[in-house]
């Protein structure tokens, strides 16, 4: 029996130090984790150990964005670049209870249900780190990289993996979070930050924010082929649209005026300069769908007056309109975009239906 008492006192002793000293994570300028037990901070580089063998590793300070540990019965981080540090934030908010950490609130109820986590579970640990009441603001970090909680609910344990979104409006968020107007944040999306591989399950079982978009004054140009029901012309035509418009930040509409050349052809042939244009002057709305940055479906209409020579003279002009938007450099744009229209006199004496489908290039200035 005593030497069952020695030999376990001896393994007891051998392992402490490893246990008390894996609680190393440092953290990487490309998002990966290294797992150390120990580690110093020299000049230029950071030497770490970890592993039975405790064989020594170097890693150039500039690679790393800062190390967590515990020290002292307190969850630390040792800061080395602040940009990229505090260039993202968790999905969550924290509570401190008399003896436990919990999560609080998300910021959307996707947040916790997508990770496996929940309102009022007890945070154990981060990525391995013991964790207590004593702690630095873990919920910041570098955008695109993952936090891993460990939590207890119901003398269970569960893991729950967080990626840290991207937010440009710090102040803002701050000022958010005292009032409580969680509505006033920007709209929370499940795109992946860049970089992140939409194909990855875990990358997909999270939430983020979506981010500010280029905002302002827009200018695009159209050209489509579309047909029309005038008497007497050829159904086939020519559109060239030139539009002046403004676009919010967040990108939910975009409202411009329009100005179109719409060319027919006459019915007879062989005939030189046989093309007949009519003049369109609109203002157009679109209301982009889903939750991506101005790109993907939209939809919209047109309303205005259009100039027909020979054909009673001044029209409504009515449209619905559909299209896709994909940005294809910064904020230019290139879209396909499809429209039919109603074209009644002001008397409704005469009416004519056309439509046309082409490609839209757009950019701000």
């Keep these: 029996m005593k030497n069952i008492i020695k030999i376990c006192t001896v393994v007891l002793l051998l392992c402490l130090p490893f246990s008390v000293l894996s ?17 110093e ?3 230029n580089n950071i030497i770490y150990w970890k592993g039975k063998s ?6 150039s300070k500039e690679d790393v964005v800062k190390i967590a540990f515990f020290k002292q019965n307190k969850y630390k981080e040792e800061i080395f670049d602040d940009n990229l540090a505090y260039s993202g934030k968790l999905p969550i908010s924290i509570g401190k209870g008399t003896y436990t950490t919990y999560i609080y609130d998300a910021i959307a109820p996707s947040a916790l249900t997508n990770a496996g986590a929940q309102v009022d579970d007890i945070i154990t640990h981060i990525d391995g780190i013991p964790i207590g009441q004593e ?8 955008k695109g990289g993952t936090l891993t909680l460990t939590l207890k609910r119901n003398n269970k344990t569960v893991n729950a993996t967080f ?7 710090w102040e803002s968020f701050e000022k958010t979070l005292e009032t409580g107007k969680i509505t006033d944040v ?4 499940e795109t992946p930050p860049s970089g992140v591989s939409k194909n990855n399950k875990a990358n997909n079982s999270l939430g983020y924010f979506a981010e500010p978009d280029y905002s302002g004054f827009t200018l695009a140009f159209t050209y489509g082929v579309g047909g029309s029901s005038f008497k007497g012309k050829e159904p086939l035509k020519f559109v060239y649209e030139f539009e002046l418009g403004y676009t919010n930040p967040y990108n939910n509409n975009f409202n411009g005026i329009k100005v179109g050349i719409h060319e027919y052809r006459k019915h007879f042939t062989g005939v030189k300069n046989n093309r007949e244009k009519m003049y369109a002057f609109n203002y157009r709305y679109l209301y982009y769908a889903g939750k991506q940055v101005r790109t993907g ?12 020579p020979n054909s009673n003279g001044f ?4 449209g619905f309109i559909a299209g896709y938007d994909f940005r294809i450099y910064k904020h230019i744009r290139l879209g396909l975009i499809g429209e039919v229209y109603l074209l009644p006199t002001y008397r409704f004496s005469n009416l004519a239906v056309g439509g046309y489908g082409g490609i839209k290039l757009t950019g701000l200035f």
């Design 54 to 59: 405790q064989k020594q590793s170097i890693i």
């Design 41 to 43: 901070v020299r000049s």
């Design 297 to 308: 479906f939209n939809v919209g209409f047109d309303i205005g007056l259009i100039y027909v």
């Design 186 to 189: 920007i709209e929370y999306t």
């Design 135 to 142: 702690y630095d603001d873990f919920t910041y970090g570098n």
């Design 163 to 169: 990626y840290f979104y991207k937010y440009d409006a």
């Design 315 to 318: 029209f409504w002009q009515p």
């Design 23 to 39: 609680q190393i994570v440092i953290y990487k300028k490309d998002n990966a984790k290294i797992f150390a037990d120990r580690y």
